[in-house]
Each structure stands twice: as structure tokens, then as C-alpha cells.
């Protein structure tokens, strides 16, 4: 993408032969000549770097500087033939990228406007790739759901907003029927599809407020913000014809048919949160006993809000 930059000066000469110079050496540039007009274009302008004047009718250029770095996403190098009146610390405080004295040398600017664009390229490569490091840290590799300790960070959040907003929550706790047979007689490669695949369903199956966890092994937990127990119940039995129609074919290309076990229960107000994920766990339990691929609800009277 084309760097694009804006100078704001009111001398037009000085802003046009430095809008030409920029543009010589591969920018695309633009001038105005006040803060007013520098505004307006970046309201409907996407413009990498900001190179203006302190000296403007109306909002000075500090104040300029002050306005683009609270509202956009735009690096701003600051002129001034004024050396006495401003300091580099002011506009560096204001949220400038650089300072330059006037008469501009464009040599130097242009020195200095590499520098900007480059260090601009390198925070925004940081933060992507912080922001690739934090979703690794709370993602599963291998289903690409969140993983454990995320669920439970994330439990406690929902509990607090359920008790503060009085809105009903819900938790499923899903179990892979006899996960362990078909580890031992298909392999674990073919096991790491089948969590793989059941991943992938239960995403689908989702509203975007909603979030699916791989709790362990074979376990999956999915909790259901604002969702009473029987919406949570109707969700739950999505999952379960979900996953009994999926196709699983680990040996000669014939279907093997993969269940589940899901518990389905609903946040009582002011219930300590290890007494929540310790019903859904019992509510799964009774599935498994009641012969797997079945959906089990256990509530309590005060559930409600």
C-alpha cells in the first residue's frame, strides 16, 4: 500500500513545493492550509503521516497534533521555524513522531520521514504479532477452540456479569462416548480428527456471544451467556444430532459412528463458580449412565433471576 501523506501549512507555496519534493521520491501527497481543512480530510481519507506547520490560523499545530493521535490511526511530524517558542519535549508530548526546524531541509525531511514510516511498520508488526501471541496462548492447537484456562478465566467473568445484570447463564459440559476404544483401535491420529471434527461442529452450532472450550481430553465445555437452562437444553441437543450425523471414517473408508455425552445446567445467583462447572460435570455423568449420546439436565429451583 502507497504511503500517503498530508502537509498542513499556510504558506501555499512552501506546502506545494514540499507536496511535489514528497511525491518525487514515491509518496503520494496532499496540502492544506489549516487544521480546520486537515480534519475534514482525514475524516474521509485514510493518511499515514501528518507533517504540519505549529504556526496556523485557528488550531495551532500542537493542538493538530493532539487532535489526529486521539481520533486516528496517523503519525504526525511537527514544523516550526520558531526554535525559542516550542520545544521538542512538547511535541513529543502531544503525540508527535518527530520535530523538525524551519527552513525545512528536504533532505533531512525526507531522512526523517523514512525513519517514521519505518518505525510505524515495525509497531504495527508488534502489536500483530502480539496479538498472534495471545490468541496462541488461550487457543487449543489442535481443535482450535479456547483451551482450559481460559474457560476458566472467562467462567468468572460471565458469573460477575450474570450476578451483577441479573441475566441467566448457561454451561454445557460435552463428553466424547467411548473415546478411549476408538484411540486404541484406530490410533491417535485418527482420535486427534475426530476432536478436530467435533471442534469444527461445535462452532457451528454457536452464536457469536457464545464460547467453546476444549476442557481436557475428550472434554469440551461451552458457556451460554443470557441463555436460560432450556434454551441452553436446545443448543445442547443441536450438538448431540450434530455430531450423530457427522461422517467419521478412520479405517477403510466405512463410517464409524462418534457420540456424545453433554450436561446442561444453569447458573443459580451467587453460586460459587467451582459448584456451576461441578453440576454440568454430574449432569454429564447422568447421560453416560443413562447410555451416552444423550443430553441431561440438572437444575436447581433458584436458577432463575
Given at each position: 500500500m502507497k504511503i500517503r501523506i498530508l502537509i498542513v501549512d499556510d504558506d501555499l507555496g512552501i506546502g506545494d513545493s514540499m507536496r511535489q519534493f514528497i511525491e518525487m521520491a514515491g509518496y503520494e501527497s496532499f496540502a492544506v492550509q489549516n487544521a480546520e481543512?486537515?480534519?475534514a480530510f482525514l475524516s474521509h481519507s485514510r493518511i499515514q503521516i501528518v507533517i504540519t506547520d505549529i504556526m496556523l490560523p485557528g488550531i495551532n499545530g500542537l493542538e493538530l497534533t493532539d487532535l489526529i493521535k486521539k481520533e486516528h490511526d496517523t503519525d504526525v511530524i511537527v514544523m516550526t521555524g520558531y526554535s525559542e517558542d516550542y520545544s521538542y519535549e512538547e511535541a513529543i508530548n502531544k503525540g508527535a513522531s518527530d520535530f523538525v526546524f524551519k527552513p525545512v531541509r528536504y533532505e533531512e525531511l525526507l531522512l526523517r520521514l523514512k525513519r517514521v514510516i519505518n518505525e510505524r511498520q515495525l509497531s504495527k508488526?508488534?502489536?500483530h504479532m502480539l496479538k498472534r501471541l495471545q490468541k496462541l496462548a488461550i487457543t487449543d492447537a489442535l481443535t482450535k477452540l479456547y483451551n482450559s484456562r481460559h474457560f476458566h478465566t472467562q467462567i468468572e467473568l460471565e458469573v460477575d456479569r450474570s450476578n451483577r445484570y441479573g441475566h441467566p447463564l448457561s454451561l454445557l459440559l460435552l463428553d466424547i462416548d467411548h473415546f478411549k476404544e476408538y484411540n486404541d483401535t484406530y490410533g491417535h491420529l485418527?482420535?486427534?480428527?475426530?476432536?478436530?471434527?467435533?471442534?469444527s461442529v461445535i462452532r457451528t452450532c454457536l452464536r457469536k456471544m457464545d464460547s467453546a472450550y476444549r476442557y481436557g481430553g475428550e472434554e469440551f465445555t461451552i458457556i451460554l451467556p443470557e441463555t436460560s437452562g432450556e434454551e441452553a437444553e436446545v443448543v445442547a441437543q443441536r450438538i448431540r444430532g450434530a455430531i450423530e450425523t457427522e461422517e467419521f471414517k478412520p479405517l477403510d473408508n466405512k463410517p464409524v459412528p462418534v457420540t456424545v455425552?453433554?450436561?446442561v445446567t444453569q447458573y443459580c445467583p451467587n453460586e460459587e463458580v467451582f459448584k456451576f462447572i461441578q453440576r454440568s460435570d454430574k449432569a454429564m455423568y447422568t447421560s453416560k449412565e443413562n447410555g451416552r449420546n444423550k443430553v441431561s439436565c440438572l437444575f436447581v429451583e433458584n436458577a432463575s433471576f
Open positions: 481543512d486537515a480534519l508488526e508488534r502489536i485418527e482420535g486427534n480428527k475426530v476432536l478436530q471434527k467435533i471442534g455425552s453433554i450436561g
